[in-house]
Structures are given as C-alpha cells and as structure tokens.
C-alpha cells in the first residue's frame, strides 16, 4: 500500500482498503469496510463512513461527509463542505446493459456536487446532473436535472420546492428575497437566482 499523505495523518480504520497512490488530507477519517480506489484524492478534514468506495481517480474536496453505504463512482466529483446522506446513490452510465459493457471513462457521464449542497438518505442522483451550491436533496429524491444553488428539491423526479439557507435551514420567502429563522442571514432573489446581501 503506497499512500500519500501529509504531515498530519488521517484515521484509517484497519478493515479501510486503500489502493496505491491514493492521496488523503490532514484530519480524514476512513472508517470500517471502506475502499478508496488507485490515484482517488481525498481532500482534509473528510469522514468516509462504513463501507464508502471512491472509485479509482476521483476527487473529494475537503470537510465533506459520506455516510454509510456509498459509491462515489468515476465521472462524479464532490466539492468542499458536502454531504452525502446514508445510502444515496450515485450513477455513472445512461444506458447500462449487462451484455454491452460501458465501464471504461469514455462512457462515463461527468456529475458534480458543488460546495456546501446536501444529498440526503436513499436519494439518487442520475449522472450528467450538477448539484448546484448549497443546493438541499431530501431524502429519497431522484434527481434528473439540474438542482439551481440553494434550492430544495424532493420527490420522484425531484422538484424545486423552497430554499435553503446556507446553515441547511429552510428559507421564508418574501417580496424580492428570504430570510432564514435559524441563522437570521438574509438574501436576494434576482433572475430566481438566490444570492446573498
């Protein structure tokens, strides 16, 4: 096992299989039965829960969260500050069949979870779809589209049905912006775009 690290080490539970050259940050935790594929980045401060795989390549940003039970598969990448919730699903291929193989990068669809968005239990996200920032998936959703920064989506196929604040709170809306009751920020809404003052 050829494992680059930093000064600081991180946690590796002794049932963790970590392939070569997979880089980890200061701070990372990997915990039981996971599996981090050759030349996967994981960035500082990340706790990977039990039985988490990171495919082969991948890159995972930093203080980001995977609970229990996910695949973060090629073609899928994870900015800062995320959070995927237990057992959300990630995929990688539009059309796969058993028969005619599609598992080599050229037929993998690029999916990306941008900084700070959460994806909660049991959702799937269809690959070729972008998470916007702060973006908030309930639990069970199945994501097919886009889903617009801030935004809360839910359901089969998911849909835009509030806001979110970036402390995970839903947002109250009012003439020309939100407020959030949790934190007391407060936003714009211009263009249906959210956007802080």
């Known amino acids: 096992m050829n494992v680059v ?3 600081s080490s991180p ?5 963790a ?6 880089t980890i940050g200061d701070g990372t935790r990997i915990w039981h039965f996971s599996h981090l ?4 980045t994981i960035g500082e401060r990340c706790s990977l829960g039990q039985n988490v795989y990171v495919a082969p390549g991948v890159r995972i940003g930093s203080n980001v969260k995977i609970q229990n039970n996910v695949s973060i598969y090629e073609g899928v990448e994870l900015e800062d500050d995320v959070f995927c919730g237990p057992s959300m699903v990630f995929t990688n291929v539009l059309t796969p069949r058993s028969a005619f193989p599609r598992n080599t990068s ?3 669809i690029r999916t990306i979870v941008r900084k700070g ?11 070729g779809n972008t998470i916007g920032e702060h973006g908030f998936v309930g639990a069970g959703a199945v994501v ?22 970036l402390c995970g709170a839903r947002l109250v809306l009012e003439p020309g912006g939100a407020h959030c009751q949790g934190c007391a920020r ?10 802080t003052r």
């Open 37 to 40: 594929g050759k030349g996967c």
């Open 11 to 15: 946690l590796i539970h002794p049932t």
């Open 186 to 195: 407060i936003y714009l809404i211009r263009g249906g775009q959210l956007s």
């Open 117 to 127: 968005a959460t994806i909660g239990a049991n959702a799937t996200v269809v690959c």
């Open 144 to 165: 097919t589209h886009d889903v617009p920064s801030f935004s809360i989506v839910v359901g089969n196929p998911a849909r835009v049905i509030g806001y979110a604040c």
């Open 106 to 108: 050229r037929h993998y």
């Open 17 to 22: 299989v970590v392939d070569e050259d997979v």
């Open 5 to 7: 690290q930093s000064i």
